[in-house]
């Protein structure tokens, strides 16, 4: 792994050296599952190459993250320390003019999409040169990817596709650091197979078992998972917009935040939080941020959901309402509180999520779905 990172990291430095560059990058997230699918999926490319006998092709896995966010992402920043994965071998989304690659006509730029399946607008420009999508979020019906090879399953976790796909190709090369590195983000997507949380396949359990022989991995699946979520929950050192772009995701122009707590327990911290959260929407030139708790530990999940905005916004009563409306999948959402200023400057309504089962991945569509409609009203 050491090596084909550093020969990575050699390719950065010299791209004009290869006809062909292939980009392998996770979300915007860049969470655990998309960071560790990110670098095994690169991997087995770059194998790919080697077999081929390609000497002109370069492949890179990229962190979809600024390289000043990296620290912000605590639980990864952890887990690859674990495994020995230095982060001056990483490469960020701030290290490589992707627009320039794409522009160069000495070069074919050919990019892998892990642990997502669409692009923002500011990544459009990159729409044909995709030649893979592996993800297992549920299916968004605008990219469908015509011609395209496209492995798109719901399971527990992106890295149980990109893991058997390595089984499939490259079985010799699974030892204890790949096997170990891959089942890390399996424990956490499905919350250590927690039937409360019902969020593994047969597929996830498959896999995780096949790595562990593989790899020759201890048992102790509960050990692993708590020394995830204990680097993950570590806030110490985070302000509060770290903690807003830690685990960021937009849709439609909307800031939906990923906490690694409950909203309830954010907001206790500190008074100044929601002050923090006004300056995050003006930032980012919105009035409305959704905020998604979730507490895990091994003995329960708890979960909840925030709506906020700037003084009143009928956008954020039309998203209200959509939640907890909400049948396909009922959140179950039980009402907490209402903060707001008697100036009007802000209100922010909290829920309690009584269906652990729904994670923001089918949030999102629900968010997406309103904010389209009333855009498409607004024309």
């Known amino acids: ?76 920043v952890f887990f690859f320390e674990l495994h020995n994965i230095p982060s ?35 990544d459009m420009y990159l729409m044909d040169s995709v030649v893979k999508i592996i993800d297992h979020r549920p299916r968004d019906e605008r990219w469908s990817w015509p011609g395209r090879e496209i492995h798109l399953e719901s399971v527990g976790s992106c890295a149980t596709l990109v893991a058997r796909n390595l089984f499939a190709k490259h079985p010799q090369i699974i030892d204890s650091q790949i096997s170990s590195l891959l089942r890390g983000p399996i424990l956490i997507d499905t919350c250590n197979f927690e039937k409360e949380a019902n969020r593994a396949t047969v597929v996830d359990v498959e896999v995780t078992n096949a790595l562990e022989k593989a790899g020759s991995l201890s048992l102790d699946r509960d ?47 500190q008074e100044s939080r929601l002050e923090g959260l006004g300056n995050f929407a003006k930032c980012r030139n919105t009035t409305l941020v959704i905020l998604i708790g979730l507490k895990l530990d091994s003995q329960k999940i708890s979960r909840d959901i925030a709506i906020f905005s700037l003084g009143i916004d009928r956008l954020r009563e039309k998203i209200t309402n959509a939640l907890t409306a909400s049948t396909q999948p009922c959140l179950e959402l039980n009402f907490i509180r209402k903060i707001h200023q008697e100036n009007g400057d802000f209100i922010l309504l909290l829920y309690e999520q009584k269906n652990l089962c729904v994670t923001r991945k089918q949030i999102l569509p629900i968010i997406r779905h309103v904010v389209s409609l009333e855009c498409t009203n607004n024309k």
């Open 1 to 76: 792994m050491e090596s084909f990172l550093s020969a990575s990291r050699a390719a950065v430095l010299n791209l004009s050296a290869y006809k062909r560059i292939r980009i392998v990058r996770g979300n915007e997230t860049c969470d655990l599952d998309s960071a560790v699918s990110t670098l095994i999926q690169a991997f087995s490319e770059y194998l790919d190459g080697i077999e081929s006998k390609e000497t002109d092709l370069a492949t890179i896995p990229l962190m979809n993250i600024p390289k000043r966010e990296y620290r912000v992402k605590t639980e990864v």
């Open 88 to 122: 001056d071998l990483l490469i960020f989304r701030d290290e490589i003019d992707l627009k320039a690659l794409k522009e160069n006509t000495k070069i074919k730029l050919e990019v892998v999409l892990v642990d997502h399946h669409n692009l923002s607008d500011e």
């Open 223 to 269: 050990k692993v998972f708590n020394e995830i979520v204990e680097a993950k929950s570590d806030i110490s050192k985070l302000t509060t917009d770290d903690l807003l772009i830690r685990d960021l995701k937009i849709t439609n122009g909307i800031p939906i935040v990923g906490l690694p707590m409950l909203v309830k327990d954010f907001l206790d911290l």
